[in-house]
């Protein structure tokens, strides 16, 4: 049955409603995924084939589309942000809001987008106060059909290195591809994430069994050298190599 859903995510962050926008709209690597800009101007084009609604630098851009290519879940789908200044321009409050319609799995599909919005906005500033507006080499990586089990995602904070009582914040050497040591402070954890920041990089892990799909990692490479065809290499024999001995 086709039932509306929305989603808001409400936060303040270190930086400015310009380096905000240029987050959201041109720079989405750095935290999500990279996407083409938007057309900058009411009725452009912009991502997933949606259109612009409201277009308002730096304050508010909107993108709706009643279409939604290649997800048979859902039909309408809109994204708006609204960005206030804060403490005279050096800071900035953020309101972000997903909606749309979902046309079959109400509950499992509600679920797993509210809990990914909270992941990406929390990578969105960590990638703001920390990496903004440097260049990004991204990958996104699935697991193997095992890594899809219920209980998959258990494994992971293991195989990372991560004792069961490391809570964000913590600073950790992690276990990275080939047992390489992996500098890190862990910023985010509960069961169905875990989000490691090093120097240069934000490395993300998804537990995505939770609703039937594979674990997967992504890899936001800040490095001046980085090297994004190395990095999915190394990191999915690590992914492979957890669920193959699962």
Same mark, same amino acid.
């Given at each position: ?28 690597? *750095? ?16 991502? /997933? ?10 304050? %508010?851009? @909107? ?59 929390? @990578? ?13 080499? /991204? ?10 089990? $219920?209980?998959?995602?258990? $494994? ?19 276990? *990275?591809?080939?047992? %390489? ?11 169905? /994430?875990?989000?490691? %920041? ?7 892990? /998804? ?29 999915? *024999? ?9």
């Amino acid at each position: 049955m086709a039932k509306e859903f929305e989603i808001v995510s409400e936060f303040d962050v270190d930086a400015t409603p310009e380096e905000v926008w240029q987050a959201v709209t041109s720079g989405t690597g *750095g935290y999500l995924w990279p996407m083409e800009p938007p057309e900058p101007r009411v009725g452009g084009q912009g991502p /997933f084939g949606s259109t612009i609604t409201v277009w308002d630098p730096p304050h %508010r851009y @909107t993108n709706r589309v009643e279409d939604v290519e290649g997800i048979s879940q859902q039909t309408a789908n809109q994204l708006d942000y609204t960005i206030e200044p804060r403490d005279a321009g050096r800071h900035a409050w953020v309101r972000y809001v997903h909606s749309g319609i979902f046309v079959d799995d109400w509950d499992n599909q509600y679920d797993g987008a509210h809990r990914h919005t909270e992941f990406y906005m929390h @990578t969105l500033r960590e990638y703001l106060v920390h990496f903004a507006p440097r260049p990004v080499a /991204f990958i996104s990586l699935d697991g193997p059909e095992a890594s899809s089990a $219920a209980d998959a995602f258990t $494994a992971v904070g293991p195989a990372l290195g991560l004792a069961d009582d490391i809570e964000p914040g913590a600073r950790v050497r992690a276990r *990275g591809p080939q047992g %390489r040591p992996v500098d890190a402070v862990v910023d985010f954890r509960n069961p169905y /994430f875990i989000g490691l %920041r090093t120097d240069t990089a934000l490395l993300r892990f /998804f537990g995505r069994n939770h609703w039937g799909a594979p674990v997967g990692i992504s890899v936001h490479d800040f490095a001046p050298d980085a090297d994004a065809k190395a990095n999915g290499a190394a990191w999915q *024999g690590w992914l492979d190599g957890i669920f193959s001995r699962s």
